[in-house]
């Protein structure tokens, strides 16, 4: 069996072309981005299967980890999710259309809104979380306990170094 990959491949023929440039980083960052793409396709099934996209997932992720009562301002769930308020909006008009958030005024001030987990909204993020983390489960685990330990590390350190 060959166990060259398509990584392998093109740093080959990268040294044959540019014998002048290490291209060592490639074995890192091309099968990164080679996982990161099959990790995405992998967690967008179990979102689906729940009638959710990744960002409606995080949303009510982030109102159900909140605590009682699930609710955050809507500048909150940008910041937590990652998004612009403009992307934020879109998300929270479909998922108010699927009735599994409310928005509604917070408390003495007209002008600012809450979002807030409906009880239907709270099963579905319970429900979709529980199969998210055995498809998580499912996809670490030919990884033995050692490796996923210096794998957590490594990737922690290596995203405080870019941030």
């Not at 179990?46 to 949303?59: P, S």
């Not at 055995?134 to 990737?155: C, V």
């Amino acid at each position: 069996m060959d166990s060259h990959d398509r990584v392998d491949r093109i740093q080959e023929e990268w040294r044959r072309e540019r014998p002048d440039i290490d291209v060592s980083p490639q074995g890192i960052i091309g099968r990164l981005h080679q996982v990161a793409n099959r990790l995405t396709a992998e967690l967008n099934l179990v979102f689906e299967q729940h009638g959710l996209g990744e960002g409606e997932f995080d949303v009510l992720a982030s109102l159900r980890r909140a605590g009682a009562p699930f609710e955050r301002a809507p500048g909150e769930l940008a910041q937590h999710t990652m998004v612009t308020t403009g992307a934020m909006t879109k998300r929270l008009d479909r998922l108010t259309e699927a009735g599994l958030v409310i928005r509604r005024p917070t408390d003495g001030d007209g002008r600012r809104r809450t979002v807030a987990l409906t009880e239907r909204g709270r099963a579905v993020i319970d429900a979709a979380f529980a199969d998210h983390m055995a498809n998580e489960q499912r996809l670490i685990g030919s990884i033995p306990e050692a490796d996923r330990q210096a794998l957590q590390s490594t990737l922690k350190n290596w995203l405080q170094q870019l941030d």
